[in-house]
């Protein structure tokens, strides 16, 4: 697999290597050193999420508290998605910036997104699944949200009509949730990742 850093530092693309035949098709989606040899740390896979949505929909943006926060390793099973990370670290240098990666069934790339980083996505197709490994399990206190359609922000969804929870359209804009005090800092999440680990570790680690 390939394995390549993104614009926003804690975020990756990974390609597999697919293997077709006539029979169908094998590849390795999730390597588990491969990734710690890429972000300096193993993954702790401590949940494993599926999520399904309609074209049109979008979720996000989502993030949560650091520490602990949650990294998560995304792909897309099942037709396609663009999805979205966004900088919300005070004092990062890419700091309210955002990026997109097409996730779908037949180059079945992955992404994945350190602690700290706002995650979001919009369903291109019917019935979009995604699938997502979390380095820690679901938290309600501890998880918080920004509107995906703020201007300030300015993702490009490729939708005309996006199709939101009743959650995610109550969520706070951009400043409001800077302003509130819910934002991870730069510094924080930095020293945080850095204290995960190096990638010296048995297969036992990252499972």
């Known amino acids: 697999m390939k394995i390549r850093p ?5 975020t990756w693309e ?10 169908g098709l094998f590849m390795e989606w999730y390597r588990f050193d491969h990734l710690a040899e890429a972000v300096g740390h193993p993954l702790r896979l401590a949940q494993a999420n599926l999520s399904i949505s ?17 990294a998560k390793y995304i792909t897309c099973v099942r ?15 890419t700091f309210g910036r955002w990026e ?18 706002g995650h979001g996505f919009c369903a291109l197709t019917e019935d979009a ?9 679901y938290n309600p206190t501890g998880e918080h949200g920004v509107h995906p359609l703020d201007p300030e ?12 929870s009743a959650r995610d359209a109550a969520a706070p804009s951009f400043a409001q949730a800077r302003a509130a005090g819910l934002l991870p800092d730069y510094a924080s999440c930095r020293s945080f990742v850095a204290g995960l680990g190096p990638t010296g570790m048995s297969y036992s680690d990252g499972i």
């Not at 993104?6 to 804690?10: C, D, F, T």
């Not at 309609?54 to 926060?69: E, L, N, Q, S």
């Not at 037709?79 to 240098?93: E, K, N, T, W, Y």
């Not at 922000?153 to 939101?164: A, K, R, S, Y």
């Open 6 to 10: 993104l614009s926003i530092e804690g």
């Open 14 to 23: 990974v390609t597999p290597q697919q293997h077709g035949d006539p029979r």
């Open 54 to 70: 309609g074209r049109g929909v979008v979720r996000g943006i989502h993030f949560a508290d650091v520490p602990p926060g949650q």
């Open 79 to 93: 037709g396609a998605v663009l999805d979205v990370v966004v900088d919300l670290r005070i004092g990062s240098p």
């Open 100 to 117: 997109g990666v097409r996730l779908d069934d037949t180059d079945r790339r992955a992404v994945y997104l350190a602690e700290g980083l």
């Open 129 to 137: 699944t995604l699938t997502y490994f979390c380095s820690t399990t």
């Open 153 to 164: 922000l300015g993702i490009e969804w490729p939708v005309e009509t996006p199709q939101l």
